[in-house]
């Protein structure tokens, strides 16, 4: 069974602090891991796909890396209009995605 | 272009009554995804449609059905609301999953809030 584990559940920072999320999966024949932001009332937005341990992408102040067992999405100098919550999914065929529950992250001025 | 569209966005219904939440898409995609979040849940798989023409269980398909009219719409059934379906209902769609691995991430309507009571 495809199983997502996100780390923290929340997390708070201050404007400009760096930080990390994590996301450990187990899935047999990863075809994709995918972040998504979560704006409140609002439907999951696509961020990025990794497809291979090593592989990295970066849109403006996020990036995300990926390692056989696990994905962080790296928060560079993070402004307070980055909060939201952030959700880690994986595909393994063609039978939809498999999400995290997901961290809800908070950037303080 | 409008991406994935879900009518209702919100809707309360008696436990017992029934109703169809409507999902439209307008990038071609040919597969499409019903989930639901619940707190602390994550979002759920209900049921999806590879292609046009074919539909599949997910991970919590009791209570619900589906329908795929053509490639373009998806619509997910409540025959019989019951308290335990009040949730947020996301309608997904992305490109059909292959032997390629590229360009299959899912991209979401805006949800449809639905409380029974």
């Known amino acids: 069974e495809d199983q997502v584990t996100q780390s923290p559940e929340a997390l708070r920072l201050q404007e400009g602090e760096s930080s990390s999320l994590n996301c450990s999966y187990t899935v047999s024949g990863l075809r994709g891991l995918f972040w998504y932001r979560q704006d409140p009332g609002k439907g999951p937005e696509f961020l990025f796909t990794l497809y291979s341990a090593g592989e990295e992408k970066e849109k403006e102040r996020l990036k995300a890396t990926l390692t056989k067992k696990e994905s962080f999405l790296h928060i560079t100098a993070p402004k307070p209009e980055d909060s939201a919550t952030y959700l880690c999914?994986?595909?393994?065929?063609?039978?939809?995605?498999?999400f995290g529950k997901g961290t809800h992250l908070i950037i303080q001025p | 272009n409008a991406g994935v569209t879900q009518t209702p966005k919100f809707q309360v219904l008696k436990t017992g009554q029934s109703m169809t939440l409507q999902c439209a898409q307008d990038?071609?995609?040919?597969?499409m995804y019903w989930y639901r979040q619940d707190p602390g849940m994550g979002l759920r798989l209900i049921y999806y449609?590879?292609?046009?023409?074919?539909?599949d269980k997910g991970e919590v398909p009791n209570g619900y059905n589906v329908s795929r009219l053509n490639k373009r719409e998806f619509s997910l059934r409540l025959e019989s609301a019951a308290p335990s379906q009040t949730s947020v209902y996301f309608c997904?769609?992305?490109?059909?999953?292959?032997?390629?691995?590229?360009?299959?991430?899912?991209?979401f309507g805006q949800g449809t809030r639905l409380t029974v009571v």
């Open positions: 990038m071609n995609h040919n597969s």
């Open positions: 999914a994986v595909r393994r065929s063609a039978d939809g995605l498999t």
């Open positions: 997904a769609s992305s490109e059909r999953h292959t032997g390629s691995i590229t360009n299959t991430e899912a991209f």
């Open positions: 449609s590879a292609s046009e023409g074919t539909t």
